[in-house]
């Protein structure tokens, strides 16, 4: 299983945004010394709190500090800019980061963004569409390409730089279960990122049945997209104690989502109960109707183990990133998962830990020897050690 994060990111618009683009930085380099598997960087252009505009930009710099892990868009908002622009751009950053880039893309889903465009929300998934599909011909094209569409006409482009990574750098897209948005994940065998709520839109399909869909999709295509690219999206924080870590984030939950995600959204999608008031909502009720994880290193693997069991089996999840408490506990939180979580889901501590249970089992019956035994030693005729040479 593999954990990567999504950073929107989220800062507060009264804070200097160089000092919070620097923590960014610095976030991203401890997730790749702590051993996480990707970073994915959104862009945005309005309402303040999600400042970065350009993630290729961001993470051009981010692949000086980070050395291991994939890095990608998440999303790259297509109907906003020309094909060639975003297929060329993310070419050479596949290069930067010497093969770990990841195009991520989506229609737009900030409702301020589609207004400062002035484009009509009916165009945004056509768009989108059309514009993929002339950056997988630019990116796997070896003749100049001509294609004229709805919204784009192409003549004669040619790709000089194609991506790090052959036939070309992967794509990515989010969804929140709606077939068409699996449907289009799986023509290009895209990784996949499923919002991993309880409480669907009408006629979406539920988190954890959304491979099994993306398969039944992609035998129709004839395509192969793998599991191991799926990523259920959540937010996870820990703590050394439960009560510790949600009297960390608790006030500030409710905050992100009272004072920023119903103005650019409406509150409708957050609600447990379309008959509560909005601002009843409490960060648990959010917590638990969206399957984020507050609490200790044991809480998280218990949950993720339920939604592993739940899904049949998941790829691995996404955490996005926030700011709800200070910085020394935001890097405890991906420490803590780190050293105890993620172990449990690499395998990487299951040796370690039968060798511990092969110890306590010899001590138990009495298989330990005592080093400090006066008595003789075996027969050597009789008895073979493990370091014995027969010559």
């Known amino acids: 299983m593999k954990f990567s994060f999504f950073s929107m990111p989220l800062h507060l618009p009264n804070e200097n945004p160089s000092l919070a683009f620097k923590r960014d930085m610095d976030l991203i380099k401890l997730a790749d010394d702590l051993g996480y598997d990707g970073f994915f960087v959104g862009e945005h252009h309005t309402a303040a709190w999600e400042n970065i505009p350009s993630p290729e930009l961001f993470l051009s710099k981010a692949s000086a500090y980070a050395k291991r892990m994939q890095l990608g868009s998440s999303l790259v908002s297509l109907p906003f800019h020309h094909p060639f622009n975003v297929a060329e751009r993310f070419a050479f950053l596949d290069h930067l980061t010497e093969g770990r880039a990841v195009l991520g893309v989506g229609p737009c889903s900030l409702p301020p963004d589609v207004k400062l465009y002035n484009i009509p929300s009916q165009d945004l998934n056509p768009m989108m569409r059309e514009s993929l599909e002339i950056i997988d011909l630019l990116l796997t094209s070896d003749e100049p390409v001509s294609y004229s569409g709805k919204f784009w006409n192409i003549e004669d482009m040619f790709i000089q730089l194609k991506s790090y990574q052959q036939p070309r750098l992967p794509f990515a897209t989010a969804s929140v279960g709606s077939e068409r948005s699996l449907e289009f994940a799986s023509m290009y065998n895209m990784h996949i990122w499923s919002l991993a709520l309880e409480i669907t839109p009408p006629g979406a399909i539920h988190w954890s049945n959304q491979w099994k869909k993306v398969e039944e999709l992609s035998n129709k295509l004839g395509t192969s997209p793998s599991k191991d690219d799926w990523r259920v ?159």
């Not at 069991?309 to 910085?327: I, R, S, V």
């Not at 506990?329 to 039968?354: C, D, Q, T, W």
């Not at 001590?363 to 009789?382: M, T, V």
């Open 233 to 391: 999206v959540t937010y996870v924080h820990l703590a050394e104690t439960t009560k510790q870590a949600w009297d960390e984030v608790e006030k500030a939950i409710e905050r992100d989502i009272h004072e920023y995600f119903y103005v650019i959204g409406g509150h409708e999608s957050w609600l447990v109960d379309q008959d509560q008031d909005p601002y009843s909502l409490t960060a648990k009720e959010i917590v638990e109707s969206r399957n984020w994880i507050v609490g200790t290193p044991e809480d998280a693997i218990k949950k993720i183990n339920e939604m592993n069991d739940k899904a049949d089996g998941l790829g691995g999840l996404m955490f996005t990133t926030h700011e709800w408490t200070n910085q020394n506990a935001i890097n405890n939180s991906l420490e803590l998962f780190a050293r105890y979580v993620m172990p449990e889901f690499k395998g990487h501590s299951k040796s370690i830990k039968k060798a511990w249970e092969i110890t306590k089992n010899d001590r138990k019956n009495n298989k330990i020897p005592s080093l400090s035994s006066k008595e003789s030693s075996p027969n050597l005729d009789k008895h073979k050690s493990n370091l014995y040479l027969n010559r």
